[in-house]
């Protein structure tokens, strides 16, 4: 037809531009109308929309307004979680069957308003696809059905609340609902202000599946600070969140000392590698980079990593398809502001930019840019800015490359291209991220567990791991939760810093004078670096026992530093070789027996009888774990894509213990064991009151077939050698039993990096109820799950 402007199948392919979409959201805009376009909050089952309280707007990507929402207050928090205690009731007294059915329903309710769902994450900026939420339903209603047969002695936490920030996706944010919800969990979402319309919209369909009112409910706010206020209702039984890391830190310092636990998914603004090898399909290597790294709205920034034989090759095709690219859209001039100042930095730094166009001098649209030669230590790479920014670097060889993609303080995902599998497995276990993609990115399944490493979170999302986060063991002698209570006035800086009793001379005899222990460090028993002492007394506190080394800031430094080199070589032992060196640590244990029972007799108080019937339980106990190493596995879960996916459980690195005052040898054995029979390495810091069985089994450790710097063992104070613990940045975990103070200086401190913690708030002789002498099979369970993080890799087979 003359004059006519449309484009031929030629000229699309040339031009290799997106064809026309659908801008009509007529179902959402009537939903929105039907609330008169202000969203109240979701309680009871129905929406509230409590007067005199401020509001949030929310725009769409051209500007317009959508909607806006309520910003919580006190009384409202207080109301909704009182009632979510109500829905808990009912929600965890259904049967399993009772439970999968609602979710399997909520599925079937998703099918028909799936069109509202998807139109209505469009106007808020935060895509999510129907099928991706009906995945997550189906597969965790089969879990809330076979909960009781293959989670047996486990049962539901109470309340959860679910937090999120502002750029956390609706799917990210999904990913712990309906798993805690499966569970027998009730649940309170506090939704950032993107994925607010779209939660309160779940929550509506949610009800009408047959949830029962107030399991399900929506608190929204203007920032992360309402979770903290939620975190601080003495109902709330645990806190998970998602989104970036800055709220999430903000989110732990706020609910520090409230005795609630708190764990972190940091899935916004994380670095990933996209790993190109010389063995790859580069076409489609590239083609997978221009699907993943310029999105306009990304939660992850990729940084590619290309073998330096094919790096041409790589960089001619990015060339190529870039030429026809336009400029992206921006979140605001500040990220302007961003990209401006990195890319001076790189440029700085010896890179060179390969762009479509030139960058406008101002306002928020930037062009696709790939930073060519970046520097590893370029701020690029180990912060990136927002926008659609691309750090390329080369390697030359398999450890290069490894090196290169390990050196992000993120450990969330990664991207392996090559047609060698022997390499692509290999480097996939030496990464230290939760995700690993081979020949493929971004692909995601709830059937896959993935836990945050390194500064990546606290917790493990997908698969049957996954949902431990929202169990306790049933059994009443297990370890009780945190203690609720108000945060206690602190100045944290001064936390640890009390001196010593000093040790004065007596003038005594001699021959009747106590003894003096050392401490072990690297496979070595030595004095501490201050040289001071600490007296050790009886049990009446009457007499000095003996002397042992005041340990400090040095002595955790030296320890974790021999911790390091050798845990590596320990992890990659084989399982039976672990197996066997515990076997031998048991061995050696059995052979200094006596002495071992003389120490606990003298410094507990507990009669000879006890004593030995204690180091005969823990010699049973290490031949456990012994037998646990080569048991415990990941597996091979059956993804809906073609292809074929792994879930391997892979050792924390270096674990700080801070030991209880209640069974202080039976204790320090069982986590102990727990922790290396995993792969990991410790660092011990013995009961204060009772530091001397430690020491004596120092003797066993030497004689043991362990590796010199696996176990090390600091006395001293507590809360001085806990500080130490917590402001070293290479240790991952830290499992701690001492006092409230304790508990929130960790839950304050431990947050950049993230750390794991397992905290347990002791009162006087106790530890708050745990009985070591009694452990069930979903203790010791817990005990391993607490030792271990967890990594998936995806294969595609097409």
């Not at 009632?83 to 399993?96: E, N, P, R, Y």
């Not at 996954?466 to 945060?487: A, D, I, K």
Request: proline share 7%.
């Amino acid at each position: 037809m003359a004059g006519s402007t449309a484009k031929t199948v030629h000229d699309i392919f040339q031009s290799m531009e997106y064809g026309p979409t659908s801008s009509s959201a007529a179902t959402a805009q009537a939903w929105l109308d039907h609330h008169s376009r202000s969203l109240g909050l979701f309680m009871d089952g129905k929406f509230v929309c409590p007067a005199d309280r401020q509001t949030c707007s929310l725009v769409d990507s051209k500007g317009s307004a959508v909607c806006s929402t309520v910003c919580a207050v006190d009384h409202d928090v207080s109301k909704c979680v009182s009632s979510a205690v109500i829905g808990f009731k009912a929600w965890s007294s259904l049967s399993c069957f009772e439970r999968a059915k609602v979710l399997l329903k909520m599925g079937s309710v998703l099918g028909q308003h799936g069109q509202c769902v998807s139109e209505v994450c469009e106007l808020s900026k935060t895509s999510c696809s129907p099928s991706t939420l009906l995945r997550l339903l189906q597969y965790y209603s089969s879990w809330a059905q076979l909960r009781d047969s293959l989670i047996t002695d486990w049962s539901p936490l109470g309340v959860v609340a679910v937090v999120a920030s502002d750029d956390c996706s609706l799917y990210s944010l999904m990913q712990k609902v309906v798993p805690a919800l499966a569970m027998g969990n009730s649940v309170v979402i506090v939704p950032g202000r993107s994925s607010a319309p779209p939660a309160l919209l779940l929550a509506q369909l949610f009800m009408e599946a047959g949830l029962p009112s107030s399991a399900l409910s929506v608190l929204t706010g203007s920032d992360v600070s309402l979770g903290a206020k939620v975190a601080q209702n003495p109902n709330i039984s645990y806190v998970t969140y998602s989104g970036n890391k800055q709220d999430g830190v903000t989110l732990c310092k706020a609910t520090a000392g409230l005795g609630v636990p708190v764990s972190v998914s940091p899935c916004v603004g994380a670095t990933c590698p996209f790993i190109i090898f010389e063995s790859a399909d580069i076409d489609s290597a590239v083609e997978g980079v221009m699907e993943t790294a310029f999105k306009a709205k990304k939660e992850v920034q990729w940084v590619l990593c290309v073998q330096e034989s094919v790096l041409d090759g790589v960089v001619s095709r990015l060339r190529l398809r870039m030429a026809a690219m336009k400029c992206v859209a921006l979140a605001s001039e500040g990220d302007r502001a961003q990209v401006d100042a990195a890319l001076q930095e790189a440029q700085k730094q010896g890179a060179t930019l390969l762009q479509p166009c030139a960058a406008p001098p101002s306002g928020t649209q930037f062009p696709p840019t790939v930073l060519c030669g970046t520097a590893p230590s370029s701020p690029c790479v180990v912060n990136p800015p927002p926008g659609p920014l691309l750090p390329l670097m080369s390697f030359r060889s398999n450890t290069e490359a490894v090196s290169l993609a390990n050196h992000s303080p993120h450990g969330q995902a990664a991207s392996i291209w090559t047609e060698d599998l022997t390499l692509a497995l290999e480097t996939a276990k030496s990464l230290s991220v939760g995700s690993v993609w081979v020949n493929s990115h971004s692909m995601s399944d709830p059937c896959l567990p993935a836990s945050g490493h390194k500064d990546s979170g606290t917790c493990t999302d997908g698969g049957q791991e996954g949902l431990y986060q929202f169990l306790q063991p049933s059994s009443s002698s297990s370890s009780p939760p945190l203690p609720r209570s108000s945060s206690i006035s602190m100045d944290y800086s001064n936390f640890g810093t009390a001196t010593s009793p000093a040790v004065i001379p007596n003038g005594s005899d001699p021959a009747s004078a106590p003894k003096s222990y050392l401490q072990f460090v690297g496979g070595k028993s030595c004095k501490s670096e201050s040289g001071s002492s600490v007296a050790v007394q009886s049990p009446e506190g009457t007499t000095v026992l003996a002397y042992c080394p005041d340990g400090g800031r040095k002595d955790v430094r030296n320890a974790v530093e021999a911790a390091i080199k050798v845990q590596p070589g320990w992890m990659k032992k084989s399982m039976s070789a672990r197996a066997q060196s515990l076997h031998s640590l048991a061995k050696g244990l059995e052979a200094k027996r006596r002495d071992i029972a003389a120490s606990i007799n003298a410094q507990t108080g507990l009669s000879l009888e006890e004593a030995d019937k204690e180091v005969e339980l823990s010699i049973a106990r290490l031949s456990d774990w012994a037998a646990c190493c080569d048991k415990i596995q990941g597996g091979a879960p059956p993804v809906p894509q073609s292809g074929f996916a792994l879930s391997l459980p892979e050792a924390l690195g270096v674990v700080g213990v801070v030991l209880p005052d209640n069974r202080p040898f039976l204790s320090m054995v069982t986590l102990l064991g727990a922790a290396i029979a995993m792969g990991n390495a410790v660092v011990m810091v013995p009961s204060q009151k009772h530091p001397l069985p430690a020491l004596a089994f120092i003797q066993v450790l030497q004689s043991a077939d362990l590796p010199a710097g696996l176990v090390n063992i600091i006395t001293g104070s507590r809360d001085q050698l806990t500080a130490a613990l917590a402001n070293h940045s290479v240790l991952k975990a830290i499992w701690y039993w001492g006092n409230a103070e304790g508990c929130q200086y960790l839950q304050y401190t431990c947050t950049s990096p993230l750390k794991t913690l397992w905290l347990h708030c002791q009162k006087e002789e106790k530890d708050g109820g745990m009985d070591w002498t009694q452990l069930r099979p979903s203790h010791k369970e817990e005990m391993w799950r607490k030792a271990v993080q967890w990594k998936s890799i995806w294969i595609p087979t097409a």
